[in-house]
């Protein structure tokens, strides 16, 4: 058994974003020389997602409308406070419970080289707390 990992990175470009990674995701596949096993996308992050789903910008669009909707950034959240670890104050409660909804992977099958995605899907990375540079890890494992 062979296994195959990188660190990709990724930088929004807007406070919430949906970030397609697939093709990224592939090429990893590719340079792994495994044909056949599966393929993990882990985030690095709290305050962001991995998700797959289709590549429309009006789906893209409502997912990013009913997270705010159902974690709006006014809301008095216990995490909206002074946290003396961080030596800060902690604003981004709504994206810590947005990356929960989300997920933080994907995980899928390669066969003969190609990951198994389903013909309208693709795999996001989503950022929930602003303009940073992310970090997200590709695992090829297998023949």
């Known amino acids: ?3 195959y990992f990188k660190e990709n990175q990724v930088t929004a470009k807007k406070e919430f974003e949906i970030i ?3 093709d990224d995701v592939r090429s990893v596949v590719e340079d792994s020389k495994i044909s056949n096993g599966i393929v993990y996308v882990i985030s690095e992050h709290t305050t962001t ?3 797959v789903n289709e590549n429309l910008e009006c789906v893209e669009r409502d997912i990013l409308a009913q997270m ?3 974690f709006p950034d006014d809301y008095p959240y216990n995490h909206n406070h002074y946290l003396p670890s961080y030596g800060t104050i902690g604003g981004n409660a709504p994206g810590h419970l947005k990356s929960l909804v989300t997920g933080n992977h994907c995980v899928y099958p390669v066969v003969d080289g190609e990951i198994k995605l389903g013909h309208a899907a693709d795999m996001y990375f989503v950022e929930y707390d602003g303009i940073k540079n992310r970090k997200y ?3 090829v494992l297998g023949e």
């Open 1 to 3: 058994m062979k296994t």
């Open 68 to 70: 705010d909707r159902l």
């Open 137 to 139: 890890m590709v695992y």
């Open 20 to 22: 397609k990674i697939t």
């Open 49 to 51: 997602g991995i998700t």
